[in-house]
């Protein structure tokens, strides 16, 4: 959808921004080529992740690193034990942007910079929902599931462990579960075994 830092308006992760984000310059010098967009590859089922990693970011292409370890390999190789493709899928990102990692030396995003570019970012993600009649919407994290439940207008929080959680908006069947990397592998394979 947004292919440039024009359309993003008040966004922290917008280099035009009043409030920006703590990252900005680290961000915006990995990639100039602005948010990334849908993965379209005519699927009735839509994937939701949280935000694109450095690799994703770097590459504009969402779930794509090889880093042993990242929450992308972890979910391909769930994929594969199951005879399944990352192209069997349109995957999305909830924040359309990476949103850096935390200076305190975790290596996690800093999450209220992610809760804050996925409320920004969540009009085009709306669009992209809207743009197809999804047979099934996967979020996989607390921001994907916030984000899709803000657009359908029924906003709840959940804790999940280790489970999923199915619910039923208009027609669209949306399944919430954990971020990759808050999931066993086993659970995780079998998420994808059975909901995928």
Sequence with gaps: MPNNYNLCGKCIFNRKSLKQSVNINYIINKKNNGPLSLEDNGSNIL????APGIDEWSKSKPVCSKRMGSAAVKFVNALVSCGKKLTDYDIAEALYCFPGKSSKGTGQKIQKEVILGSKCCQKYLELEILSKNYKKIVCFGKIA???????????FKLKIHRSFYNRTYF????IMTNHPMNQKSTDLTNFVRNNL
């Design 171 to 174: 027609n669209y069947n949306v």
């Design 145 to 155: 599931q916030e984000s899709v439940s803000r657009i359908f207008n029924n906003f």
């Design 47 to 50: 994937l939701i992740f949280e």
